[in-house]
C-alpha cells in the first residue's frame, strides 16, 4: 500500500518537472515543439500499424509526451526526445533535420511467409460507436462487451434531488452458443447531465443470459440525483448469438413507477436497424423475422468478427513523409508484415516495457482542475482526430494548423476547469459542425426555461412559453440578469458551432439555460410597458417547447389536418391514416426533431421515385490527411417502401433552423422527392451520426462522424434543405397568437 502512491508521485515528478522546463523555454518554441509532437503522435498512433503502437494507452502517452517535448531547447534535443518516445512504439519510423535524407524502408518479411497489417479506418472507431470502425487487418477485433452493444437513450423527468429513484428495464431475450463468464447481458445506467454515454455505459447495472428459450429478463438500476437520461440495451458475448423483443423500461418516483417512452421496442419499424434513428449499435445486428417473441420481427445480435478489409491500402513498405515542424520531418511506414502473430521489425521489449510503466502511473482520469499535461494532451487528441477524420474540412474556410496552435497556446495560460472548457468549445466552433461540441461531467446541473425565443423583426422575442412563467407569446427579451439581452446572445453565440441559421437557433436556447437552483432575471418588453420576470430553469435543458399549442393531430379547417411531428408518435398518426389519407390537404410540422415517425415518407412516396437513395457517407481512410481516401460506404433508408392508404391531398412542411440531424434524413426525402411544399427557412444544415471522443479528465468532444449530402450528391452541410416558401414571422402575428407558418400552409392548400 506504500509503493503504489511512491510508483504514481515519481511518474508526476517526472511529468511535472518536464513540464517545468517550459519555463525557460519561450511560448513560441514550446508550441512549435508541442505542434511538432501532436503531428507525429496523430500518424503514429492512427496510422502506423505495429504491435508495440497498439499496445501504448495513446491517452496517458499524449499527456506524457507533451510534458517531455514542452521545454526542449532545440530541434536537436527535440528529435531526441521524440526517439525517445516513439522509438519503442514504431521501431521503423524515423524523425529527421532540415537537409537529412531518411534512409530507405527496408521492411523485414516477405509475402510468402507473412500477413500485411495497416489500419484501415471506417471514421475513426475510437469509441466503436454506431457504424464507425477502426482496425488493423491480419489481426483480431477488439474483445468485450463494450463493443457489442445495442442501445437506445431515452429521456427521464428530473427528479428531486431528495429522491432516491431507480430505474427498471425489461426485455424478452434467449441466446444461443453462449461461453461461460462471457454471457451476453442485458444493461441499464442513468446518465447525467454533461456525460459522456459510453462512459456511463461502463458501470452499467446488467444481467446475464443463458437461456436458449425466451425469458423475461427484468434489471433495475439505482439513479443519482439529476441524471435525465438513461441507456438501456443489451450487449453479447465474444462467440454468442442473442435475440430480443419488447423492451419496456420504467423510472420510480416515490413508491409509484412512471413508464418511459421508448422509441421502436419491439423492432417493428420499418427501417432496417442500420437506418434506425433512436437505436444505436456497435456490433453485427439487425431486425430479424426468426422466431420472434412478439410481432414479425425482433432483434438478433450475432458474434462480430468485424467489417471485411477494403481495397486501397497501402501495401507493405509503403510510407509517408510529413514535415513536423522547427525543420523536423518523419517518415512513417504504413503497413508492416506480420511473422508468428507480431508485426516486423520487433521493438526492444525492455525499452518498451518501461515505458508502459512510465505511461501507466500519469494520471489521467482526475475531474479536478486538468493539470497542465492534461490539458495539451486533450488538445492533441482533438486535432488529431479532426485532422485525419473530419469529413467536412473541403467545405469551409476552416485553417485547422492555425487551431491547433492557438489551441495549444490557449491551454498553456488557461488557469482553471472552466477556461479550459472554453478552449476545448472554440475548437468545435472552428469546425463549423452543428453535432460539434464538449461536454463536462463536472458542470452544474442546468436546467433551462421553458419558452421558444426568435429573432422577428431584428429583435429577441418570445414564440412560446410554458404557463406560470410570467411571460407570453410577443414579449420581447430586452436583459438577462441586468445584461443586454443581444450581448447575452451574442456571448452563447461564440460557444455555438454549425451554419448561421443552427448558431443563432442554439444561441437563443443556451440564454434561458442555467443551474437548476439559480433564478434569471429577465427584462421583457410587452407593448408599452416594460416588465420584470424572475424564472426558475428547470427540466432537460435540451428540452422542445412546443410552438404550437394545440393538440398534436387537429383538423385546421374543412378538410385541411395538422400532425406535429416533434410530438405526435407514429402510432397516432398511424391511427389517423385514413382520415389523413382522405384529406384536401395535411399540414405537417417538422420545426423541431421528429418524434420516430418517420414512417409518415412512406405514405408520401408514390412508387415512381428513383430509389437506392444513400446520403450519409463513411470515408475509408488509410492514408493521413485525408489524402487518397479509398471510398465510401454509403447509407440511406432504403428499406421505406410505399404504404396504404398514401395521402393523396396537398402536402405542405414547415420547418426551421431547430430541425437538425434526424429531422433533416426526414426533410431529405421530402425535398429530394418533391413530395411536398416547404414552408419556413433552411433547416439546421447538420446531419449525420455524432462521434464521441473520451477525453483525459473526463471531458467529451463531439462532431459528426460522416459526409452528408443532397439526395442528387450536392451540399447539405451548413445549407439545409431550402424552404420552397421562404417566410419570415411578424410581431404583431406573434403578438396576435397566429402563426403565420400554419397560416401560409393553409393557403397554399387552398390554393
Known sequence: MIRKPNVVCAGLLVLLAAVAAASVTSQTDTVANLRVFARLYGYVRFFHPSDEASSIDWDRFAILGAGRV???????????????????????????????????????????????????????????????????????????????????????????????????????????????????????????????????????????????????????????????????????????????????????????????????????????????????????????????????????????????????????????????????????????????????????????????????VVVSDSLADPGLGVRLGDVIIVWNAMQHFYPYFEVGPVDWDSVLTGALAEALSDSNRADFFNTLRLMAVALTDGHAGVSDPTSRRLGRVPAALEFVEGRITVLSVASGYGSQPGDVLLSVNGRPAVDVFEQCLRYCSGSPQYRRARALVAMLRGPRTDTLALLVERGTETLAVRAVPAGNPSMTVPLDPGDSIRVLGKGIWYVDLNRAPMEAIDSAMSKLAKAKGVVFDLRGYPNNNHDVISHLLGGNEQRGEKWMFIPRITWPDRERIAGWDGIGWTSLQPKEPRIGGKVVFLTDGTAVSYAESFMGYIEGFKLADIVGGPTAGTNGNVNPISLPGGFSFYWTGMKVTKFDGSQHHLIGIQPTVPLERTLKAVREGRDEYIEKAVELIRG
Open 70 to 360: 514542452a521545454g526542449c531547447s532545440d530541434a536537436r534535443a527535440l528529435r531526441a526526445t521524440l526517439t525517445g518516445l516513439f522509438g519503442p512504439l514504431a521501431p521503423s519510423v524515423q524523425v529527421y533535420g532540415a537537409g537529412v535524407c531518411p534512409q530507405e524502408v527496408k521492411l523485414p518479411g516477405d509475402g510468402a511467409t507473412c500477413l500485411p497489417v495497416c489500419w484501415q479506418h471506417r471514421g475513426l472507431g475510437l469509441q466503436d460507436v454506431g457504424p464507425y470502425h477502426s482496425q488493423r487487418t491480419n489481426r483480431p477485433k477488439l474483445t468485450g462487451r463494450a463493443g457489442r452493444f445495442v442501445v437506445q437513450y431515452v429521456g427521464m423527468p428530473p427528479g428531486d434531488s431528495t429522491d432516491t429513484r431507480r430505474l427498471r428495464v425489461r426485455v424478452r431475450a434467449r441466446a444461443e452458443g453462449v461461453e461461460a463468464d462471457n454471457e451476453p447481458v442485458v444493461f441499464a445506467v442513468g446518465i447525467g447531465p454533461g456525460e459522456d454515454p459510453m462512459a456511463a455505459m461502463a458501470r452499467a447495472s446488467s444481467l446475464p443470459l443463458s437461456s436458449a428459450t425466451w425469458q423475461a429478463m427484468d434489471i433495475e438500476a439505482a439513479l443519482a440525483p439529476g441524471q435525465v437520461q438513461a441507456a438501456v440495451g443489451v450487449a453479447n458475448g465474444p462467440s454468442s448469438t442473442l435475440w430480443a423483443d419488447d423492451f419496456e423500461a420504467w423510472v420510480s418516483s416515490g413508491d409509484s413507477w412512471a413508464r418511459l417512452e421508448l422509441k421502436d421496442p419491439g423492432f417493428e419499424d420499418s427501417v432496417s436497424l442500420e437506418e434506425s434513428p433512436v437505436w444505436m449499435y456497435v456490433t453485427t445486428a439487425e431486425k430479424a423475422g426468426e422466431r420472434p417473441f412478439a410481432g414479425a420481427k425482433c432483434l438478433r445480435v450475432t458474434a462480430d468478427t468485424g467489417p471485411a478489409a477494403f481495397e486501397g491500402s497501402p501495401a507493405p513498405g509503403e510510407f509517408v513523409d510529413k514535415p513536423l515542424d522547427r525543420g523536423l520531418s518523419c517518415r512513417v511506414p504504413l503497413c508492416l508484415w506480420s511473422k508468428g502473430g507480431h508485426t516486423l521489425p520487433r521493438g526492444n521489449n525492455a525499452v518498451l516495457e518501461r515505458l508502459r510503466a512510465e505511461v501507466g
